[in-house]
């Protein structure tokens, strides 16, 4: 089934308190450590970081290029910084990352990285995003955030193709 020795999790991944399987090395970026501990889960987390996580921090490399693709697809304004620790953290060392977010999910798919939803089914296409002014309805292909036509923001949508 699952074909790595680690796994990263993100925030989600950890929030739900799901068992991960004993044989695989756990991993988290700081960003979630500060994540949880903004959401009060810092006894859970204590008792993660007493036993079987590691908190590890991503190369500049891999953070660059996940900033790069996250531009790309469209998926940037929806990634956290967490988001793309974890991400660029899967990327480095090669272990799956668990998520169930679908922006982390798409760009997983994009930079190669193995990924498994803990509740859903992850995505199996790539996907774009589309932005659409909620003015006059201009649509952009880039991450535009305020229109150039009438200088209403925009909103994000997932592109048909
Ligand atoms: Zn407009």
Request: charged share 30%; proline share 3%; glycine share 8%.
């Amino acid at each position: 089934m699952i074909q790595t020795k680690g796994l990263v999790l993100d925030t989600s991944a950890l929030y739900y308190g799901k068992d991960m399987p004993p044989e695989f090395e756990l991993v988290i970026s700081p960003g979630v450590v500060r994540e949880l501990d903004r959401e009060g889960m810092k006894e859970r987390l204590e008792l993660l970081l007493a036993t079987r996580i590691k908190v590890l921090s991503p190369s500049k490399e891999s953070l660059t290029k996940v900033i790069a693709e996250s531009e790309k697809t469209g998926d940037s304004r929806r990634l956290s910084s967490t988001d793309k620790e974890v991400l660029a953290l899967a990327l480095d060392l090669g272990y799956q990352l668990m998520t169930d977010d679908y922006s982390i999910q798409n760009l997983a798919e994009v930079l190669g990285v193995s990924y498994e939803g803990l509740e859903q089914k992850g995505i199996r296409k790539v996907f774009h995003w589309e932005f659409r002014c909620v003015g006059c309805g201009k649509r952009f292909d880039s991450d535009v955030t305020e229109c150039d036509i009438c200088g209403s923001p925009t909103k994000t949508k997932r592109k048909k193709r």
